[in-house]
T-cell receptor
């Protein structure tokens, strides 16, 4: 069966520091991978998605970036964090090529920028 | 642009009551998919159901049931005989294909916080 991991689970970082969040999927090949952010107030916003190694698409201009160095690994990064980057970051995966594909979410990383 | 509205921000019920969570969506697509997810206090989003726009049959899974009405663009979720463990935030979502690539984008509603009191 497929599983998705995210780490760290929680992170407290000062403004201006770098960021690296990692997501890995097990039990499937060539998944679509997604990064969402959930700010206080509960709405989820798609940040990045990837349909293959090295293929990254950005949904929202910001100081974050994403990379996919391996088939089942997705990394969210920043060179300098802003206060507004605080939130709950969720990684998700799906297989397929249409809007019918169900996305399955990881446990999330709670980021607090001080 | 697609939009999902969950007008109920918070609902509080007593255990064993039935509760319905509302979801209204907007899309120009003729084919689309709707989803419900549950987010317990731990934070992970748990997939509950997927429904395509061509299937208007209601679906029941244990204490959960879903009412899809295309005419009113609604996809409501009912929990029968609610339990304390049902306390969570519930999200309705609408998917669309990402045209420039494969994969899909989920547009989420703002969620409904359900609290079931003993």
């Amino acid at each position: 069966s497929q599983t998705i991991h995210q780490w760290p689970a929680t992170l407290v970082q000062p403004v201006g520091s770098p960021l690296s969040l990692e997501c890995t999927v097990e039990g499937t090949s060539n998944p679509n991978l997604y990064w969402y952010r959930q700010a206080a107030g509960r709405g989820l916003q798609l940040l990045f998605y990837s349909v293959g190694i090295g293929q990254i698409s950005s949904e929202v201009p910001q100081n974050l970036s994403a990379s996919r160095p391996q088939d089942r690994q997705f990394i969210l990064s920043s060179k300098k964090l802003l206060l507004s980057d605080s939130g709950f970051y969720l990684c998700a995966w799906s297989v397929g090529t249409s809007e019918a594909d169900t996305q399955y979410f990881g446990p999330g990383t709670r980021l607090t920028v001080l | 642009a697609q939009k999902v509205t969950q007008a109920q921000t918070e609902i509080s019920v007593v255990e064993k009551e039935d509760v319905t969570l509302d979801c209204v969506y907007e899309t120009r697509d003729t084919t689309y998919y709707l989803f419900w997810y549950k987010q317990p206090p731990s934070g992970e989003l748990v997939f509950l159901i997927r429904r395509n726009s061509f299937d208007e049959q209601n679906e029941i899974s244990g204490r959960y049931s879903w009412n899809f009405q295309k005419s009113t663009s609604s996809f409501n979720f009912t929990i029968t005989a609610s339990q304390v463990v049902d306390s969570a935030v519930y999200f309705c979502a609408l998917s669309e294909t990402l045209q420039e690539t494969s994969g899909s984008r989920l547009t989420f509603g703002e969620g409904t916080q359900l609290t079931v009191n003993p």
